[in-house]
């Protein structure tokens, strides 16, 4: 992560319990290090249990995945990028147009048949995305039935 990138996501951290006087101890890991890890595993795709020695320990990084994932970073960090490109575009940081659209997939043999359903117009077995953009194609919202 770049000096100009950590500006940017520093201030949507979440402030350690410790330094805001709520006990615990001090965090043996610097913020940074495990957001470098996290996007590690997301950009090469590979296991928390396959990463490099180079980060920290692969579950102290997962379970400041899931903490973090569990507070809403992950979408704050996407809503605050989606403002920033829509400013730079010279546009309003919160959209007023949306566009809407939906696909069905079907489901493969392995997926259980309990979390399936029926499109009945074009008769496929499993699973509908839907997915809202705004009117420049940035992600606002993904629902899966």
Same mark, same amino acid.
């Given at each position: ?5 950590? #500006? ?16 615990? #101890? ?62 730079? #575009? ?12 939906? #696909? ?42």
């Amino acid at each position: 992560m770049t000096d100009e990138e950590w #500006q940017v996501v520093r201030d949507a951290m979440p402030v350690p319990a410790w330094l805001e006087g709520r006990g615990g #101890q001090p965090e043996g890991y610097c913020h940074r290090q495990m957001l470098d890890a996290i996007r590690y595993v997301t950009d090469n795709g590979i296991k928390w249990r396959a990463m490099p020695a180079d980060f920290p320990v692969w579950d102290r990084v997962y379970a400041f995945f899931r903490r973090w994932r569990e507070r809403g970073l992950a979408r704050e960090f996407h809503d605050r990028l989606r403002d920033k490109a829509r400013e730079e #575009q010279g546009r309003d940081p919160e959209p007023t147009a949306a566009i809407i659209d939906s #696909q069905s997939v079907k489901g493969a043999a392995s997926v259980p048949a309990g979390s399936r359903g029926y499109d009945g117009g074009k008769k496929i077995n499993g699973r509908r995305r839907h997915v809202i953009t705004d009117s420049v194609g940035l992600l606002l919202m993904v629902l899966v039935c």
